[in-house]
């Protein structure tokens, strides 16, 4: 059974789904759609590495993964896991910025 949005505490009214894939809305708290930001991450994500590493390798021992774990994510078919975002944010200045622009 699914609630009504106004039956359901505000907290979790705000994550309701929206058109918006905006990651900068969801930083907000606004309203944003999960699945479209989930579409277009792995290709921020690529343009975030080509933009701050040389290639698949260097990005690979700046994060300590392995090379195919790297590449895939040079090649934008795969999205890292949080703690690999959390780290570029603390480690490169730009990042927070950069991830959290309009996608």
């Not at 994550?15 to 792995?42: E, H, I, K, T």
């Not at 392995?66 to 896991?81: I, K, L, N």
Request: net charge positive; aromatic share 14%.
């Amino acid at each position: 059974m699914t609630l009504p949005l106004s039956r359901l505490p505000q907290e979790y009214v705000r994550f309701q789904r929206a058109p918006s894939g905006n990651f900068a809305d969801m930083l907000a708290g606004r309203p944003c759609d999960p699945q479209a930001f989930r579409r277009v991450y792995p290709d921020r994500w690529r343009e975030f590495l080509r933009r701050n590493f040389r290639n698949p390798l260097h990005a690979a021992v700046f994060f300590d993964v392995d090379e195919r774990t790297a590449r895939h994510w040079w090649e934008g078919s795969t999205a890292p896991q949080a703690w690999v975002i959390a780290f570029a944010v603390r480690a490169i200045p730009s990042a927070m910025s950069f991830l959290a622009e309009a996608a």
